[in-house]
């Protein structure tokens, strides 16, 4: 949770956010994920996908309601937007290429259990 952490506090200084709220949702994102590890290892990987994608949007929503409420000037929708399109696009191929390097085939995460 520490590298969640960090990398949230790296993209807060690198979107112009208080510094805090988007490692707050990278950290609540995380979690989530970490309690339902288990469904996700036996689920398809479009169901996985697809959840990161609204996971991605949620948590960006989290953050422009946390800087709208702290009466900070909140950025701009259409900036979330393609931030959610850019981490749902990139999810594929950091998934394949984590699976290579680490030698975990599909077979052996299904039969998982």
Same mark, same amino acid.
């Given at each position: 949770?520490?590298?969640? +952490?960090? %990398? /949230?506090?790296? =993209? ?6 208080? $510094? /805090? *709220? /988007?490692?707050?949702? %990278?950290? &609540? ?7 339902? !590890?288990?469904? +996700?290892? !036996? ?9 990161? *994608?609204?996971? *991605?949007?949620? /948590?960006?929503? +989290?953050?422009?309601?946390?800087? &709208? ?20 696009? $990139?999810?594929?191929?950091? $998934? +394949?290429?984590? =699976?290579?390097?680490? !030698? $975990? #085939?599909?077979? !052996?995460?299904?039969?998982? #259990?």
């Amino acid at each position: 949770m520490v590298m969640v +952490f960090a %990398l /949230g506090l790296v =993209r807060d200084m690198l979107t112009d956010v208080p $510094i /805090g *709220a /988007g490692a707050l949702s %990278l950290v &609540l994102v995380a979690e989530v994920f970490k309690a339902n !590890r288990r469904y +996700f290892a !036996r689920t398809s990987f479009l169901r996985e996908w697809m959840a990161l *994608a609204f996971a *991605a949007a949620a /948590g960006s929503m +989290f953050v422009w309601t946390l800087v &709208l409420l702290t009466f900070a000037q909140p950025p701009f929708v259409s900036d979330l937007l393609h931030q959610c399109l850019y981490t749902a696009m $990139i999810y594929p191929l950091f $998934i +394949f290429v984590l =699976r290579w390097i680490l !030698r $975990i #085939g599909w077979s !052996r995460v299904e039969m998982a #259990g």
